[in-house]
C-alpha cells in the first residue's frame, strides 16, 4: 500500500505518514481490543435471520485517514471525528496528532507497518515520509545475492524500495521494536502489515540486485550491479521459510495484526488462496486480512474471473469459516458498474460479522471514505457457508448466493442475491434462483450519504439483470 505509492502533495501527509509499524514482545489479547475490533472466534453465521436489534445500518468500514487536516477542517473540522463515527468503524492513522483526534471522536484507529517492501531515506528515490525507515537496517533484514546486492523494487519509478526477508531475526527484531515505540504511545487496536505477498508474486519481472536506475518509465535493472533477479530468486530461501517469518513478525505485534496479502493470489495458478491465509491462521491473535483492490477493476477481466477469482475467493471463504475478518478494499474504481461488480463477488463470500468493507475513491468531497453501497448488509444466506468458490457454481461459468433478509440502511428490502458470471470471454445465462428479481441496484456518488457535500445513494429500483450475463460481469438483484 501507502510504502509503495506516490501520492498527490494533498494526500501524502497523512497516507505516508501513515506507514509505519510492527511489533513488540508478546502476542496480542483479543481481550485487550474494543468488541467491534476483537478478533472473532465465532463462525460465520448462516440460516439465521439477524434480531431486529442486530441489524447493521451499514457494513462495517475501514478508510486511510490520508487528507490533511485542512481539507477536514473545510468539511467537517479536524477535531471533529465524532461526525464520522456513524459511517466508519476503523481507521488507518498516523502516529501523530491525527490519530488522537480520530480516536477522541469515537473512532478505533489502526497503525501501519511495511517490513516487507521497505521505503527509507536511503539512495535514490527516498521516501522520507516512510515508517519504519529501513535505512539503517542491516543487509541481513533483506533478500541479498551473496555479494553485497540487495533485492530491489520500485513502485513507478519514484520511489525505491528494498525488499524484506521476513524470516530474517534482524528483521523482525527492528520491526518488533520500532510498533512497540508507536504502540505505546498512541491507543491503536489493531496494525496492518502490508504487502504480505511473496515477492515474485506482487512483482514478477520488476526486481534487481541492487538499486536500479529511477526514472520516467518502468523500473530499470540496467543500473543495477547484480542485475534483474528472476525468480526464483534466492533459492536458500523457502516459501515456508517467508511464512514461517511472517508468522513471527504478526505474533510479535502489541495489537492483532491485519495482514494485507489476500490479492497476492496462489502460486501454481490453480485456485489455491495466497500463502498468507496459512499465515493468518496460524499466528495467535491475527485479526484477519486485507484483500486490497481484489474485486475491483475497471479493466482487467482477469482479476476477477477465473484461476485469480478463485485464489482469492477462497482465501477470504477460509479465514470467515475460522472466525477470522477480512477487509475488501476498493482500490480507486469509481465506474458503477465495476463497482457493483465488486459487491457482487463481495457477496459471494460475506458474512455480517466478518467482512469489511474499504472505500478507497469515496468521499472525495467530505473526505470520508465510505462507499454508498456500504450501506447495503445481508443476511440469512441460504444454505451453509461456501467451503469454495465452486460451491456456488449455479450453470455453466456462473457463481450465486442468495440471502433471505437484506437491509438498506438498516431497513428491511427483501431477499436479494448476486449473481457473477466468472468467465472473462463468454457470455452465460441468468441462472435460476430461489426468488424472483425485477431489479439490480444503481449506485451514484461517493459517499455513504448525503453529507458534508458529497452526494452518495445506491438505489434498489434499476433495471432488470440481462438474461445473458455478459463476460466477466457481476450484478446484485432485489424484488
Known amino acids: 500500500m501507502c510504502a509503495v505509492r506516490n501520492p498527490q502533495p494533498t494526500k501524502m501527509l497523512l497516507l505516508l505518514l501513515a506507514c509505519g509499524l510492527g ?22 453465521s448462516q440460516e439465521q ?54 480516536h477522541a471522536g469515537g473512532v478505533q484507529t489502526m497503525t501501519y507497518a511495511d517490513p516487507n517492501f521497505c521505503s527509507g531515506s536511503y539512495a535514490d528515490g527516498p521516501n522520507k515520509f516512510a515508517s519504519p525507515d529501513c535505512a539503517a537496517f542491516p ?5 541479498a545475492d551473496g555479494h553485497g546486492n540487495v533485492l530491489t523494487v520500485s513502485y513507478n519509478g519514484t520511489i525505491q524500495q528494498r525488499v524484506g526477508n521476513p524470516a530474517s531475526p534482524s528483521l523482525q527484531t527492528l520491526t518488533s521494536a520500532f510498533v512497540k515505540a508507536v504502540t505505546q504511545q498512541y491507543p491503536f487496536a489493531a496494525a496492518l502489515v502490508d504487502d504480505a505477498t511473496v515477492p515474485t508474486s506482487a512483482y514478477p519481472g520488476a526486481m534487481c540486485w541492487g538499486l536500479g536506475t529511477l526514472g520516467h518509465g518502468p523500473y530499470s535493472c540496467g543500473g543495477a550491479p547484480g542485475g534483474p533477479a528472476l525468480s526464483p530468486f534466492d533459492a536458500t530461501h523457502t516459501l515456508a521459510d517467508w511464512q514461517n517469518g511472517e508468522q513471527a513478525i504478526g505474533a510479535s505485534l502489541s495489537v492483532p495484526a491485519i495482514f494485507n496479502g489476500l490479492q497476492g493470489g496462489n502460486l501454481t495458478g490453480t485456485g489455491e488462496p ?39 475467493l477462497a482465501g477470504v471463504m477460509q479465514l470467515v469459516a475460522a472466525g477470522k475478518n477480512v477487509i475488501v478494499l476498493n482500490d480507486n474504481v469509481t465506474d458503477p458498474a465495476a463497482r457493483e461488480r465488486g459487491l457482487a463477488i463481495t457477496m459471494l463470500a460475506y458474512d455480517a460479522g466478518h ?13 470520508i471514505h465510505a462507499c454508498p453501497e456500504a450501506a447495503l448488509t445481508f443476511y440469512n444466506a441460504y444454505g451453509a457457508y461456501p467451503a469454495k468458490p465452486s460451491s456456488l457454481a449455479a450453470g455453466t461459468g456462473v457463481y450465486a448466493r442468495e440471502f433471505a433478509s437484506c437491509y438498506r440502511n438498516g431497513i428491511a428490502a427483501g431477499p436479494c442475491a448476486a449473481v457473477v458470471n466468472v468467465d472473462p470471454y463468454g457470455a452465460h ?19 455513504l450519504c448525503n453529507c458534508f457535500g458529497d452526494s452518495g445513494s445506491v438505489g434498489l429500483t434499476g433495471p432488470a439483470a440481462p438474461k445473458a450475463l455478459p463476460p466477466a460481469s457481476g450484478y446484485v438483484l432485489f424484488p
Open 355 to 367: 467482512v469489511w468493507e474499504g472505500g478507497g475513491p469515496c468521499g472525495n468531497v467530505s473526505h
Open 274 to 312: 495466497a500463502p498468507i491465509v496459512a499465515v493468518v491462521l496460524r499466528t495467535p491473535g491475527a485479526w484477519g486480512a486485507m484483500c486490497d483492490g481484489c474485486f475491483y477493476t475497471a479493466s482487467n477481466a482477469f482479476t476477477v474471473t477465473g484461476p485469480v477469482l478463485d485464489s482469492r
Open 139 to 143: 543487509a541481513d533484514a533483506f533478500y
Open 49 to 102: 435471520p439477524p434480531p431486529a436489534s442486530g441489524v447493521l445500518k451499514h457494513a462495517k468500514t475501514w478508510e486511510t485517514a490520508y487528507d490533511s487536516p485542512q481539507q477536514y477542517d473545510a468539511t467537517f473540522g479536524f477535531t471533529s471525528w465524532s461526525y464520522v463515527a456513524p459511517y466508519i468503524d476503523l481507521v488507518m492513522a498516523p502516529a501523530s496528532v491525527v490519530d488522537t483526534n480520530v
Open 23 to 44: 511489533g513488540c514482545a508478546g502476542s496480542a489479547s483479543a481481550q485487550s481490543l474494543p468488541r467491534s475490533l476483537a478478533v472473532a472466534t465465532s463462525q460465520p
Open 429 to 447: 445465462a441468468l441462472p435460476s434462483l430461489r426468488n424472483t428479481y425485477a431489479h439490480t441496484v444503481q449506485i451514484a456518488g461517493t459517499s
